[in-house]
Nanobody, 117 residues
């Protein structure tokens, strides 16, 4: 059974930090590119960060560059999103995704991140 389980969300004050984790099982994690997406109320889901299967190429949406870092530990079948200097506009449900070109893709159920004073 394929599973992607996000954790680490919560309520944080502006300027704070949070690390999200996504634990994968049921597929060969190291073959897949992993990404984080978010969806704020009333907005479309947007891609936040991508890390390729080898971990060497990472990309971010402009709004989080310099603040967020995506990483992965293939030995633990886990992808992370370190979020620093959080802003209210970062408030969203964050989802992790596993994908291979021309192959299957999988989504987690999401974890809520709320940035508020």
């Amino acid at each position: 059974q394929v599973q992607l389980v996000e954790s680490g969300g919560g309520l944080v004050q502006p300027g704070g930090s949070l690390r999200l984790s996504c634990a994968a099982s049921g597929f060969t994690f190291s073959y897949y590119a992993m990404s984080w997406h978010r969806q704020a109320p009333g907005k479309e889901r947007e891609l936040v960060a991508v890390i390729l299967s080898g971990g060497g190429l990472r990309t971010y949406v402009d709004s989080v560059k310099g603040r967020f870092t995506i990483s992965r530990d293939n030995a633990k079948n886990t992808v992370y999103l370190q979020m620093n200097n959080l802003k209210p506009e970062d408030t969203a449900v964050y989802y992790c995704k596993a994908a291979r070109s021309g192959g299957s893709d999988y989504w987690g159920k999401g974890t809520l991140v709320t940035i508020s004073s």
